[in-house]
């Protein structure tokens, strides 16, 4: 099994980017997904997350700016990001708890990360 996040990047403060994650290989059920963070010098820190019957969480830091979602068919987790701000800078990371067998329960796994940098 593997997570994939889309590639990152550099935007200046207020502005959005969307990150997405598909998860690959063999998998009988995709559980709760969710996105966390690494800021410099910070330690991993939970953004978001999606459980199967859509319900939403997200840290006080991004409510109201972020928005993550889910396409079962794509397996596939995004998160829309907008009124970026400089302390958003961070390494971001998928997650998912993914089950390889039927009614098994859900195995954490995660993506490598990718970079996100706020900065004018």
């Known amino acids: 099994v593997q997570l994939v996040e889309s590639e990152g990047g550099l935007v200046q403060p207020g502005g959005s980017l969307r990150l997405s994650c598909t998860a690959s290989g063999t998998m009988y059920s995709l559980y709760d997904m969710a996105w966390y963070r690494q800021g410099p010098g910070e330690s991993r820190e939970f953004v978001a997350s999606?459980?199967?019957?859509?319900?939403?969480t997200y840290a006080d830091s991004v409510k109201g700016r972020f928005v993550i979602s889910r396409d079962y068919a794509k397996k596939m987790v995004s998160l829309q990001m907008n009124s970026l701000k400089p302390e958003d800078t961070a390494v971001y990371y998928c997650?998912?708890?993914?089950?390889?067998?039927?009614?098994?329960?859900?195995?954490?796994?995660w993506g490598k990360g990718t970079l996100v940098t706020i900065s004018s």
């Open positions: 997650y998912a708890q993914i089950s390889q067998i039927s009614h098994g329960p859900g195995i954490p796994y």
């Open positions: 999606i459980s199967r019957d859509l319900k939403t």
